[in-house]
């Protein structure tokens, strides 16, 4: 019974070790190490298992069999995100080096996706990251309706925060909209390999970047100020709570742009890609 214990005492000292007192945020051990340790072993197990059930299970989805056609939309909008990215990326390291580890931030990861949806070659690979992508919504409407600020203050810094955040919300819109991409939703499999790939990237990615230089990436080390959860506890909680969210803001993005945005867009010419229902599950036993 002791073992466990003494497992996340010594993975909780590990953590302190990443990174030495001096500099250190106070902040920084918000949540005490051994509590982190507990929830990066339980979030790893979790998820994990989830998403390799997932992906290992027989499924309907979309075939798609051709390429789509690029507009000059498609490329201001990718110049646009670059060109954010690229700001950013010099803003941090101004203000603090290690401060570049922000770019991990949800609506950063986001634009890289959007990047690649707009120029983008793969059908397949544009496929999934766009259904995927789907349900990130809720972070960029997370970050427009409570903007954390406060770290913003070199020349239009905060323009380039309202620019990037508008332009990654309005690329799926405009994605949707224009019948570029289509979303797979005969059943929950996007949202859960979704709500799987960010809570281990949020753990293991974002959480040791943090470890590693006491940035509070992601608000993974101490709350953020306008968060209900405040406590100790306050990650699980908010990784559930983004859970659902995550699931709410998906699907009702999507009907919004189908009922609102695309009969508005209707003069654009339809997908040029074919898409094709299948079944793996079937296409497994004819191999067979």
């Known amino acids: 019974n002791k073992r466990p214990s003494a497992s996340m005492d010594q993975l909780g000292a590990f953590l302190v070790s990443l990174h030495p007192p001096e500099g250190r945020d106070p902040r920084h051990w918000h949540v005490p190490p051994e509590q982190h340790a507990v929830e990066i072993v339980s979030h790893n197990v979790i998820a994990l298992s989830i998403l390799l059930f997932t992906l290992s299970r027989p499924r309907k989805g979309v075939k798609i069999t051709r390429d789509i056609q690029r507009g000059p939309f498609d490329m201001f909008f990718a110049l646009v995100l670059i060109a954010c990215l690229v700001i950013q990326t010099y803003y941090n390291y101004l203000m603090n080096p290690k401060w570049v580890v922000n770019l991990l931030h949800p609506c950063h990861i986001m634009s890289l996706m959007d990047v690649y949806l707009l120029i983008g070659k793969s059908p397949k690979l544009l496929h999934w990251i766009y259904n995927i992508s789907a349900f990130y919504t809720f972070f960029t409407v997370l970050a427009l309706v409570f903007p954390d600020t406060s770290m913003l203050y070199l020349p239009y810094h905060i323009h380039v925060f309202w620019i990037q955040h508008i332009v990654v919300l309005l690329v799926p819109i405009y994605m949707l909209g224009t019948r570029k991409l289509t979303l797979d939703l ?103």
């Open 186 to 288: 005969f059943d929950n499999y996007f949202f859960i390999v979704a709500a799987c790939v960010a809570d281990l990237f949020f753990v293991d990615v974002q959480g040791f970047a943090g470890y590693l230089t006491s940035v509070n990436v992601n608000y993974l080390l101490w709350p953020p100020p306008s968060s209900p959860f405040t406590g100790q506890n306050y990650r699980t909680q908010s990784a559930l709570a983004i859970t659902v969210a995550m699931w709410l803001t998906g699907f009702v993005f999507v009907r919004l742009v189908r009922e609102c945005v695309r009969p508005i867009l209707f003069h654009f010419p339809p997908a040029s890609f074919k898409m094709e229902t299948f079944d793996s599950s079937s296409s497994s036993k004819k191999r067979k």
